[in-house]
Nanobody, 124 residues
Framework: QVQLVESGGGSVQAWGSLRLSCTAS????????MAWFRQAPGEEREFVAA????????YYADSVKGRFTISRDNAKNTIYLQMNDLKPEDTAIFYC?????????????????WGQGTQVTVSS
């Protein structure tokens, strides 16, 4: 089991920036990929970005391409999400997920460990 702890959320005005962090502990070495998802009030949890642990390949939702960057620090078992040019529609709880299987990187159901979430609020 992998334990995930997110941090870095907060409130920011439109066009501002935030950086989220997610640190893994426990059996972190067994993770194949880690990702960020987000959930706005009344909406489903949706994919934001993912990174393959060994290759550093990255994937992004179309809505955040060019604005968000996912990265990792192996030594710290930590991934980051740098969010620039934030928009009010980015307001959501952001969750970090980890998985130990390959497959559809965008599929929420294949992530078997989740953090508690961190709130991001963007005002216009």
């Amino acid at each position: 089991q992998v334990q995930l702890v997110e941090s870095g959320g907060g409130s920011v005005q439109a066009w501002g920036s935030l950086r989220l962090s997610c640190t893994a502990s426990g059996r972190a070495f067994s993770s194949v990929a880690m990702a960020w998802f987000r959930q706005a009030p009344g909406e489903e949890r949706e994919f934001v970005a993912a990174i393959i642990w060994s290759s550093r390949l990255t994937y992004y939702a179309d809505s955040v391409k060019g604005r968000f960057t996912i990265s990792r620090d192996n030594a710290k078992n930590t991934i980051y999400l740098q969010m620039n040019d934030l928009k009010p529609e980015d307001t959501a709880i952001f969750y970090c997920g980890a998985r130990n299987t390959y497959g559809d990187i965008f599929s929420r159901s294949l992530y078997n460990s989740w953090g508690q979430g961190t709130q991001v609020t963007v005002s216009s």
